[in-house]
């Protein structure tokens, strides 16, 4: 281990250590004392970089637990999230606002199984939208946005996590069904609230690739979606809605469907050329 890893790594126990005497409030922390690092809720500015080599040779206090698993992604900074205080309102769909839930134009201000996501557009030539977004999970609710009909090939996903009671917000990209956190989208003005296993947030966000040209830049595909989340890690999402179109985030009246609901008409339309070809192959035998 050379001397540069030993004074990162020494910064790096000072700026836990400094986040560490921020969060405890006027607790005194003796420098022997036993205290256990685990619990220690890291302040939204502490930037950890991964390049950090973790050298075998250093000496840490016995009992300090380094959880061995926690995902620390390189140059994150983590969102910081403010408390939601009113319950999110389907008074401005269609209004204002673009909606889509599960089930169908539930209501998100009354408790129960409902999701619902709905979409604003705040600043059409950045591209700017405001989000809300509510369901039900005893880990993490994620709103996506995707290019193609296909969901999960690098689709932008904005995920709101119940973190022991509180709302911790992650951008990532969904490919082939795995979640990876980036936290590199832009996002602003990140609150939420959880209570019991209804998740909600709302942010801000400026959406990939839409300029306000032509309506197709900003249209996406929408999907809701839910998972398991444990030490800071996504599981894989279990899809709530895919709408049945693009949808363009900047048209409120568009209604969306939900393609999941109809799974079943969806089943037959999509079985019928197939026994259509079927039979054309019979007949050409
Ligand atoms: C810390 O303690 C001092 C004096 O006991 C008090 O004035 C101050 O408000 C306390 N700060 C916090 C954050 O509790
Ligand atoms: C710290 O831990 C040691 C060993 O477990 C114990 O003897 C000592 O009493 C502890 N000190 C405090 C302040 O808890
Ligand atoms: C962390 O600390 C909080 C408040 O101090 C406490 O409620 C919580 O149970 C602790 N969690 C763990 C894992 O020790
Ligand atoms: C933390 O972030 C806030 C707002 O982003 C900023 O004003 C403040 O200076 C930051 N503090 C540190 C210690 O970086
Ligand atoms: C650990 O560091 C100490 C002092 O820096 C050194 O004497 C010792 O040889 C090192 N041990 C290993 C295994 O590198
Ligand atoms: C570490 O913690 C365990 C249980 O928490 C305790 O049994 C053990 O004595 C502690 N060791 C030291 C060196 O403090
Ligand atoms: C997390 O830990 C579990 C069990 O300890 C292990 O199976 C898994 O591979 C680890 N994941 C990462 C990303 O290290
Ligand atoms: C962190 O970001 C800076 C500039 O954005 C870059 O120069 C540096 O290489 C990055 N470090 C890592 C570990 O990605
Ligand atoms: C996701 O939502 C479904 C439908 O409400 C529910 O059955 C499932 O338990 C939820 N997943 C998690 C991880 O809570
Ligand atoms: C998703 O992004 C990764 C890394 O940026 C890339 O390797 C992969 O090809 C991309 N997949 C798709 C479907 O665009
Ligand atoms: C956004 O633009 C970048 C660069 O032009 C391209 O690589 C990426 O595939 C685009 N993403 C979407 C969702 O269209
Ligand atoms: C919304 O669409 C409905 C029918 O699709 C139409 O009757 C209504 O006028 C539209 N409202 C606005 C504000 O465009």
Redesign the pocket.
Known sequence: MDNISRLMFAVVMAMAYMAMGAEAQNTTMAPNSNATMANVTMAPNVTMTSNVAMAPNVTMAPNVTMAPNVTMTSNVTMTPVTALTVNISMAECKKSQLCAAKPPNCDPAVAGSCFFVSIKSVEVHNANFSFQLRGVSSGYIAVGLS?TSTQGQ?D?TYVCANNNGKVKFFTALLDKGVLTINNKLPVDSVKGSVNDHTIQCTFSATV??ATATRSIDTSYYLSISNGTFNSDTLGSPQAILNSDKAVDLTDPNTTVLNSLNSAPSAFCLSQAPLILIGVLGMMML
């Open positions: 290019k690098n932008t990939p690739n």
